[in-house]
């Protein structure tokens, strides 16, 4: 059995004047006479039987059945401008440039080329790998997907994730010479992924910034530093 609903019009003038508590600003905005607006909503009051609105000086305030009825409808025709947008808008092309952390962009964004290609099949991507964060203001870059702490100013900004730092080894050379607790660290080779801030935090959790650390090595990206390790 279908379901009957209101009348659209009648719906559109109850909409906009309980948003703006006015029948003045709802015939703006929809275009048409305060006559015509309140006219509208009466013939709703009367389809559904009971009142929606009642008058309070220059302005109409909400019945309880109003404030029943309102979120309802404001959600129903927000769904509807949304979706028309969608559809009208037009198809994505052009060229799209994305600078992206080196590592990030070789183990997750490269294997995704091909999906992406077949469902923005119009778009030409430039992929830079960096995380300069000079970037974000470069006149040639429409989006970064940077690796920090999220201090860039004058820029829309969302995170993706957390990280967690570990330090890594090669199995060979551990079981060469072995590490039973921070303080071995001392006799093995540092290695940099960045400008030694990932190692300084790590070792400040571990409660060894103390740590006498010897001979280190600044590789300048991690998926770097970990082929090295």
Known sequence: MAKR?????????????????????AAAELNVTHGAVSHQIKALE???????????G???????????????????????????????????AGKLSISCVPALLLLWMAPRLGSFTAQYPDIQLTLLPSND??????????V??????GSWSDCWMRKWSGLELFPVVSPTLI???????????????FLHGDDGREWHTWLAAADALDLERGRRHHLGDARVAIEAA
Do not use: W
């Open 46 to 56: 009367q389809s559904l039987g009971v009142k929606l609105l009642e008058r309070a």
């Open 175 to 189: 079981n060469n010479r072995p590490i039973r607790n921070v303080r071995d660290l001392a006799d093995h080779v």
């Open 58 to 92: 220059q302005r109409v305030r909400l019945t309880p059945h109003g404030a029943e009825l309102l979120p309802a409808v404001s959600t129903a025709f927000d769904g509807i401008a949304a979706a028309t947008q969608r559809m009208t808008r037009p198809a994505s």
């Open 5 to 25: 609903l209101p009348p659209l019009n009648p719906l559109r003038a109850f909409e906009a004047t309980a948003r703006h508590a006015s029948l003045t600003k």
């Open 144 to 149: 970064c997907v940077h690796y920090g702490d």
């Open 133 to 142: 964060a000079r970037d974000i203001r470069a006149p040639h870059i429409d």
